[in-house]
């Protein structure tokens, strides 16, 4: 596969939704991000108390136009399920399927989300009007395994704190949205750089971040602008996602299955029903990178991250580590009430 700056663009809801598969039929992959727009813009199609990650993201596609040629929905939880029939009916792009997802990582939930991806082939294969064979699929999973091994890189780099938070967050952006032909290029011309720097100065405490989609640029820069450094990211757009390589195979149903076991195979979220596997790797975080506080910033009304909060924070106060909850509603931007919240838990720290 080439470059191609006119390549249509699919988006995904969910880091459960193999981008390999989205690219092996010429599509870029985006992820599908929430921009500035005002909830309250969704809320003729949504409760009030319902998931402020997708009213957001609802409001951003009703008042913004989009270049996406079709979105992929996901079984993730309850709140997405409702925005894919909103979707259906009410935002002019088509949502092309709804990517059923098993809550285990077992051989039978392995084979039942390997079927799930046929389905998912199956319909892109109709949209594009293209066939997916095991070299188009082994090409775009080389191509992106090319990219795992550098953002390795990347991430290695940002611990050392040879390259600043903000800068690394917009990388991973970059990969999340953009060609990953274009990303892998810009990466490996950075890395050369980041090489020749020199480490950074003392910082006072070391963070956790926990999110759901992502955590807020503005957060991480808040934290870092009381002395203190985020030094580990536990969210779907950077701490659970697929960081091995996913092995290539001569046929497509053996591709399919190295797929599907490596995706149920990352670091689960509260929606996999796996809380011993999520502590332990979140535990490995601490011990890893020496965090001294943890901080969860989860969308309002998320069901499933809110429920699996006091069960995280007596585990991390069973350890010592403080935990501070901050709930985003949306806003544009940090507010303030969340800035003296912050302000006060860093200095109990320090």
């Known amino acids: 596969m080439t470059q191609d700056a006119h390549r249509a663009k699919v988006g995904y809801f969910c880091s459960y939704v193999p981008k390999e598969i989205i690219y092996a039929f ?32 609802l409001a951003s596609f009703l008042e913004n136009e989009s270049d996406l040629e079709a979105v992929v929905h996901a079984d993730s939880c309850d709140a997405l399920r409702r925005l894919h029939d909103v979707w259906r009916h009410y935002v002019d792009i088509d949502a092309l399927h709804l990517l059923d997802l098993p809550r285990t990582n077992t051989p039978t939930g392995q084979e039942y989300f390997c079927h799930a991806l046929r389905q998912l082939a199956e319909k892109l294969e109709q949209r594009c009007h293209l066939r997916l064979t095991a070299q188009r699929l082994g090409t775009a999973i080389e191509c992106y395994n090319e990219q795992r091994s550098l953002l390795q890189e990347l991430d290695a780099a940002w611990i050392e704190g040879r390259i600043a938070s903000v800068e690394y967050y917009r990388h991973c952006s970059a990969a999340m949205t953009e060609d990953p032909l274009l990303v892998n290029a810009q990466l490996r ?107 969860c910033s989860y969308y309002k009304f998320c069901d499933l991250f809110m429920s699996e909060y006091p069960v995280l924070r007596k585990a991390m106060q069973d350890r010592g580590i403080p935990v501070l909850l901050l709930e985003d509603e949306g806003e544009a931007i940090l507010s303030g009430q969340h800035r003296t919240r912050l302000e006060a838990f860093l200095e109990l720290l320090q």
Request: net charge neutral.
């Open 189 to 295: 011309e950075r890395l050369d750089e980041i090489v020749r720097q020199e480490p950074p100065a003392h910082h006072n405490s070391s963070i956790l971040v926990v999110g759901s989609l992502l955590v807020r640029p503005d957060l991480v820069e808040a934290i870092e602008d009381h002395g203190a450094r985020v030094v580990a990211d536990d969210s779907c757009s950077i701490g659970r996602v697929v960081t091995g390589q996913i092995p290539v195979s001569k046929d497509l149903d053996g591709i399919l299955t190295n797929i599907a076991v490596a995706y149920l195979g990352k670091p689960p979220c509260p929606r996999m029903r796996d809380f011993p596997r999520r502590l332990e790797h979140l535990s490995q975080l601490i011990a890893s990178h020496g965090v001294q506080g943890v901080i």
């Open 26 to 57: 010429d599509r870029v992959p985006v992820r599908v991000l929430p921009t500035a727009a005002k909830a309250s813009a969704a809320e003729a199609f949504l409760p009030r108390n319902f998931c402020s990650l997708v009213k957001t993201t």
